[in-house]
């Protein structure tokens, strides 16, 4: 499959710098033995090392960052009202969607209106992100920004 057909919009994530570092060292240390989680992880730490670094305040509104509402289509159908979270508080029967999941890494970072790839079973599909809602998250400060950027 081309995973040049799957890029977004803009080619990088839209992340801080501090939930780069948090979400690489989710991955890190969670000692997945699902291979799709393990795959979805790799394709996610390849496209952190891309990532547009900003502080919180230049993220784009409409960008998913933790406790975004989100709204994304997939084969499957249109699933509305998904929170993005950490994975501990993740509960998908309250619509609270894992970082780390599959869809959630794929997602995270990325803009309303594009298109990423996700794994599930055994296979990968395109999803769409159809709307993304921050009006909840007071000033996108899930981490405060650092005084300092490289």
């Not at 057909?5 to 240390?29: A, D, H, P, V, Y």
């Not at 960008?63 to 509305?80: A, C, D, L, P």
């Not at 769409?128 to 400060?141: E, F, G, H, L, Q």
Request: proline content about 3%; hydrophobic content about 40%.
């Amino acid at each position: 499959m081309n995973l040049k057909r799957f890029k977004m919009q803009s080619g990088r994530l839209c992340i801080t710098r501090e939930n780069k570092n948090l979400i690489i060292n989710l991955i890190e240390n969670s000692f997945t033995i699902d291979p799709i989680e393990k795959r979805s992880h790799q394709l996610f730490l390849r496209e952190l090392e891309q990532a547009e670094l900003l502080f919180a305040s230049e993220i784009p509104a409409k960008t998913i960052q933790f406790n975004s509402i989100v709204s994304i289509k997939t084969s499957f159908g249109i699933k509305r009202g998904l929170k993005i979270v950490l994975p501990e508080e993740a509960d998908i029967s309250k619509n609270k969607l894992s970082v780390l999941s599959p869809a959630g890494a794929a997602i995270f970072g990325k803009k309303e209106g594009d298109q990423a790839l996700w794994y599930f079973n055994s296979t990968s599909e395109e999803l769409t992100i159809a709307r993304v809602d921050n009006s909840n998250n007071a000033d996108k400060n899930f981490l405060k920004d650092c005084s300092y950027y490289e």
